[in-house]
């Protein structure tokens, strides 16, 4: 499985992209910024689009995929979610004033987007990769995504989360973490702006770890707001983790 950032930013500016995650060719964790990075040709080739939330920096470019592809599209691209984030995205995005709405459109039997809505914790196969979302606590309705590999190793991308004890506990359920995508939106010293937009600083994400069961092989931060960024880096490097710690820029990719 080939794990592609597109954008990890907590924000924008010149190679700053938000939140944006490819699985292969034809597979997105979220449509943030980042979306914008594939080629004409890479974009017809996407097929399910995972939604973690409503916010815009994960979702921006969903609407604008769905019209780049509107007249080419044979079958729907499909969008996952549970029923709070569906629900948000159908009615404060796809509502025909913000943008059209594309479950209905050319027509209600043939549209251009599907949506299937996801239950926490029940495993969504596509192909040989499964998609298990689960909830974590940010300000709005928020699941992450655990993608189990065709090898069988396992991608934990959190999206936006706040430390509390079900993230440690959720996390401890699945097993070895190969690869955790996790967020660390804010410096030390913005802690309480961390706890009040439901975010993680170094010193929360040192205290998640060190309640693992098992450490991770890797541990890729993201969501880090581009102005905090070397101070958030510094943080990091400072906990001496015993694992691979990369703090992630758009364009890296992985195999799982
Ligand atoms: N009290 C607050 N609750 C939520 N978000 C806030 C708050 N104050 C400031 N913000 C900012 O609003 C941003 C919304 O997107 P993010 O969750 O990435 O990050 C959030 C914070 O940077």
């Known amino acids: 499985m080939k794990v592609q950032v597109l954008g990890c930013s907590g924000g924008i500016g010149v190679g700053e992209f938000t939140t944006c995650v490819r699985i292969n060719e034809d597979i997105l964790l979220d449509a943030g910024t980042g979306l914008g990075c594939l080629t004409q040709s890479e974009l017809t080739q996407l097929r399910h689009v995972f939604i973690s939330h409503s916010h815009l920096d994960h979702v921006c470019l969903l609407p604008m995929l769905i019209d780049n592809q509107f007249e080419l599209l044979k079958s729907p691209i499909n969008v996952y979610g549970v029923s709070q984030v569906l629900e948000s995205l159908h009615q404060h995005i796809f509502n025909w004033k913000i943008w059209p709405d594309f479950t209905q459109l050319p027509s209600v039997d043939a549209p251009v987007m599907a949506f299937t809505t996801l239950n926490s914790k029940e495993s969504f196969k596509l192909g040989d990769l499964s998609f298990t979302p689960f909830d974590v606590e940010h300000v709005v309705p928020t699941t992450g995504y655990a993608v189990v590999s065709e090898g069988g190793r396992l991608f934990v991308f959190t999206s936006d989360t706040t430390l509390n004890e079900g993230l440690i506990k959720t ?76 703090v992630l820029s758009s364009g890296q990719f992985f195999f799982l």
């Open 171 to 246: 996390l401890n359920q699945m097993g070895p973490i190969h690869s955790l995508m996790i967020e660390c939106a804010m410096p030390n010293r913005m802690q309480d702006l961390a706890i009040a937009s439901k975010h993680m600083t170094p010193t929360m994400l040192n205290e998640l770890l060190i309640c693992l069961e098992a450490m991770p092989e890797r541990i890729l931060v993201s969501h880090i707001k581009p102005y905090y960024v070397d101070e958030v880096e510094a943080e990091l490097m400072s906990l001496n983790l015993n694992a691979e710690l990369i």
